[in-house]
């Protein structure tokens, strides 16, 4: 009498089955975290926290000095240079304002960028004071639909 010896072990059907549905599932994790509106979103809090540092620094130099900073625009929006002395695009020939020399290292270590920005002169952020001296710092480049703007 001969015996079959019978070995245990996964079909080729059964180990492709189960991949295909790890596959699956892995898919829509992913499509469920949405990474990109993730990391827009990391990048957008970045951004709001930029704007209040900048406002904040703009009015505790007025605090001081009983005035706005010379360079803070009326009338017109104007982007924010990221550091003094080269305020001007040479490619655009834009003109920023220069907010570096009146606020660093007093108060603020430096101007705060976009996390996008790839300019080396404009930070990406723009300045506003109206006609009721109320001064707007906002984030042209926000994601995901967020306006990010803030006034004092």
């Given amino acids: ?13 059964e180990v492709l089955l189960v991949i295909a549905i790890i596959g699956i599932l892995a898919a829509i994790v992913i499509v469920a975290l949405n990474p990109n509106k993730q990391l827009g979103d990391t990048r957008n809090a ?3 926290s930029d704007v209040n540092t900048i406002l904040n620094a703009v009015y505790q130099y007025d605090i001081d ?3 706005m ?19 001007t695009d040479i490619a655009t020939s834009t003109v920023y304002v220069d907010l570096y020399n009146a606020l660093v290292p007093k108060y603020v270590v430096g101007i705060p960028a976009d996390p996008q920005a790839t300019s080396s002169t404009s930070t990406n952020y723009t300045i506003f004071m109206d ?3 109320r001064v707007t710092v906002s984030a042209p480049g926000a994601e995901n639909g967020m306006t ?3 006034s004092r």
């Fill in 1 to 13: 009498m001969s015996q079959l010896s019978i070995k245990k072990g996964f079909t080729l059907l």
């Fill in 46 to 48: 970045q951004r709001k």
């Fill in 148 to 150: 990010i703007s803030v």
């Fill in 65 to 67: 000095n009983s005035a």
């Fill in 131 to 133: 006609a009721n001296s």
């Fill in 69 to 87: 900073p010379s360079t803070t625009p009326t009338t017109t929006v104007k982007a924010i240079c990221r550091n003094g002395g080269a305020c």
